[in-house]
């Protein structure tokens, strides 16, 4: 079982930048694809970006590409985001994702994510 605790989220203003973690509590952490969804008021989850478990691999949403990253510390089981350039419409609650078979990866929907943190507030505003 996976237990994922999100931090880092907080207010930035537009063109700024932010960094977001995901803790795992996981034995396995290193077998496990891991990625971030965002959820902004009144509009379904999406997909942001995913990596592989060994970190070879990467997938990045269109309206992210380019300004957002995904990487990950193994040792540490953490996976981080790093969003930059930020705009007002990334405001959104953005949630950890984990999967051990990384379906997720491909198919870029919520539906495949069997393990969520509580997610972590990300607003930008002037």
């Known amino acids: 079982q996976v237990h994922l605790v999100e931090s880092g989220g907080g207010l930035v203003q537009p063109g700024g930048s932010l960094r977001v973690s995901c803790a795992a509590s996981v034995v396995s952490f290193n077998t496990y694809t891991m990625g971030w969804f965002r959820q902004a008021p009144g509009k379904e989850r999406e997909f942001v970006a995913a990596?592989?478990?060994?970190?070879?691999?990467?997938t990045t949403a269109d309206p992210v590409k380019g300004r957002f990253t995904i990487s990950r510390e193994n040792a540490k089981n953490t996976v981080y985001l790093q969003m930059n350039s930020l705009k007002p419409e990334d405001t959104a609650v953005y949630y950890c994702a984990a999967a051990r078979y990384g379906r997720f990866f491909v198919s870029r929907s919520a539906s495949d994510v069997p393990t969520w943190g509580q997610g972590t507030q990300v607003t930008v505003s002037s």
């Open positions: 990596i592989s478990w060994s970190g070879g691999g990467t």
